[in-house]
């Protein structure tokens, strides 16, 4: 017998059917006992009259809370059933996997009158257990809205003439953005593990093939403890030919985050304000712009808010947080898209004005940035000299190759898949990623 989702039991009522999925809730009483079942698709209540069924009475002893079963047995509607309005009565219910007593507590009980209630378990606890830490409605509900993030992201490229493509993840040079690398052996040699596809995404450029995008595993060797930070990621990276500006890359970025995010808000928008208290915003375009001092004199002007002298050429964590008020005070937006930073703080493959000032980006949503983007320099000689002013022109001379026999102009920028899941549903990155990774955390 085929198996039938609980999500389309309605379409298979008062048919004998085939049920499979984890118990999440069992009572066991005298003279009834209700199992409430749940796949990836819903949950469904499940009736048992024990005078009728005395050969389900041995089954009934073995079932524990989170035990994967098989059901065989007839939906009806009820109007008695609070869950659904349908209930099943079942011939047959098979033990596929007994659970032995749960080492986590995933949810909080609150107290009543009759007993006391039970605490959530604490987050390292939970991500020790992170596989029935997920096994909740509600952290399911974030990788079904992320699939549907990337998926959007992806079809939004696809029509407009982009092709995947797949980069290695170790590399020879252990420079690139001036963040820290992971060191690997490599038979005889050192390798590295990449920070990002930006050197291969570029390639790729003056390889002709104009339109090109990547979903990888990027990693970053930081010992950051914060909300958003992780040593490894995955990477939603994009690069496309023959632009004008730095605006161009700008507006293709608009246009594809409001893309994804009117997906996500048609198909999960209720779910995640009702699971989350987050509401899915779909963003008006184009988005608002602001130089980086434009904003430091914003913030001051506002909150008081005054950088330090040495620290005005990159935006500060405080003022990256508060940019999200401000953005919102002043353009009733939660993208805000930060330009002219200093040539210091912003990699050496931006391309510069005639003023020297980085042809590039960062976009902030909701108080923290999801993205560096720019205008490359693709100019061999203007790009080794400013390889060489970072003291990276050995690291790099693989790369500087790249420039050497014709590059159109380019540009593009990265995303990060499970910072952008966080900010959407206002999490900590760590409660946002499949399997979070930090300088403390390896495993599971």
């Known amino acids: 017998m085929e198996r039938v989702y609980l999500g389309e039991i309605r379409q298979h009522l008062e048919k004998e059917i085939l049920l499979q999925g984890f118990v999440e809730n069992f009572r066991d009483g005298k003279a009834m006992a ?65 659970a032995a007593a749960l080492p986590i507590q995933r949810e909080e009980i609150p107290p009543t009158k009759k007993r006391p209630g039970v605490p959530r378990s604490g987050i390292d606890e939970r991500l020790d257990y992170r596989w029935i830490d997920l096994r909740t409605e509600k952290n399911q509900l974030l990788f079904k809205a992320q699939t549907v993030l990337a998926a959007a992201m992806r079809e939004y490229l696809l029509e407009r003439g982009f092709m995947e493509i797949h980069t290695p993840k170790l590399i020879a040079a252990a420079s690139e953005s001036g963040s820290d690398v992971f060191e690997v052996k490599y038979f005889d040699r050192s390798a590295y593990l990449a920070q990002s596809p930006q050197f291969y995404k570029q390639m790729a450029m003056a390889s002709g093939f104009e339109r090109i995008f990547e979903v990888g595993p990027v ?17 939603f990276d994009l690069e496309f030919s023959y632009i004008t500006s730095y605006m161009d890359v700008m507006k293709m970025e608009e246009g594809l985050l409001t893309y994804a995010l009117a997906k996500v808000k048609e198909q999960y928008g209720d779910a995640i304000a009702q699971q989350f208290g987050v509401e899915v915003v779909v963003p008006d375009k184009p988005f608002p712009i602001v130089k980086l001092a434009d904003l430091y004199a914003g913030l001051k002007e ?43 703080k912003r990699a050496f493959y931006h391309m510069r004005d005639e003023s020297g000032v980085p042809m590039g980006y960062d976009l902030i949503w909701r108080g923290t940035e999801i993205t560096t983007g720019a205008q490359r320099e693709h100019r061999y000689e203007v790009l080794r000299k400013q390889a060489e002013e ?49 300088p403390k955390r390896l495993t599971p």
């Not at 994967?68 to 309005?85: I, P």
């Not at 990693?219 to 990477?235: N, P």
């Open 302 to 344: 506002d909150y008081g808010y005054e950088v330090p002298e040495s620290e005005k050429g990159d935006l500060t964590t405080d003022a990256e947080r508060m940019s999200y008020d401000w953005s919102m005070k002043h353009f009733g937006s939660e993208f805000l898209f930060v330009t002219d930073y200093s040539a210091e």
């Open 390 to 438: 970072k003291g990276l022109a050995d690291d790099v001379k693989f790369y500087l190759e790249f420039f050497k026999y014709g590059c159109p102009p380019h540009g593009g920028f990265g995303l990060g898949l499970d910072r952008l899941t966080m900010l959407l549903c206002g999490l900590h990155i760590n409660e946002a990623m499949f399997l979070f990774r930090s």
């Open 34 to 98: 209700f199992l409430v079942m749940k796949d990836i698709t819903g949950k469904v209540q499940v009736t048992i009259e024990k005078e009728k069924h005395p050969e389900l009475l041995e089954v009934l002893s073995q079932i524990t809370q989170d035990s994967v079963v098989s059901v065989t047995g007839v939906a009806y509607e009820s109007e008695y059933v609070k869950l659904n309005g349908i209930e099943v009565l079942p011939t047959s219910i098979k033990i596929e996997s007994q």
């Open 219 to 235: 990693f970053r060797a930081e010992k950051s403890y914060t909300s958003k930070h992780t040593t490894e990621f995955t990477g």
